[in-house]
């Protein structure tokens, strides 16, 4: 059975950080690139950051490059999300994303709301 489940969301103050985790399973996690999007209330869903399978590119949101990092652990099927100087535009639900040729994978999310 596949899983992705995300943690490490939160209420965090303006200008703080917050490391999203999301740990795979029912897969072979190795071979997937994996995304973080968020979706923010009333707005459509939108890509965050990206990595390929073997960790060796990313890509990141224009608006957000410098504030966050995406990386991975293929040992712990598990790719993490750092947000730091967090702003309340940044609040909105977090999803993992795995993705190959032929077959995507879903997150449940996890809400990180920025507010003082």
């Known amino acids: 059975q596949v899983q992705l489940v995300e943690s490490g969301g939160g209420l965090v103050q303006p200008g703080g950080s917050l490391r999203l985790s999301c740990a795979a399973s029912g897969f072979t996690f190795s071979t997937y690139a994996m995304r973080w999007y968020r979706q923010a209330p009333g707005k459509e869903r939108e890509l965050v950051a990206a990595?390929?399978?073997?960790?060796?590119?990313?890509n990141y949101a224009d608006s957000l490059k410098g504030r966050f990092t995406i990386s991975r652990d293929n040992a712990k099927n598990t790719v993490y999300l750092q947000m730091s100087s967090l702003k309340p535009e940044d609040t909105a639900v977090y999803y993992c994303?795995?993705?190959?040729?032929?077959?995507?994978?879903w997150g449940q999310g996890t809400q990180v709301t920025v507010s003082s």
């Open positions: 990595i390929t399978s073997v960790g060796g590119s990313t």
């Open positions: 994303n795995a993705v190959n040729y032929h077959y995507a994978y």
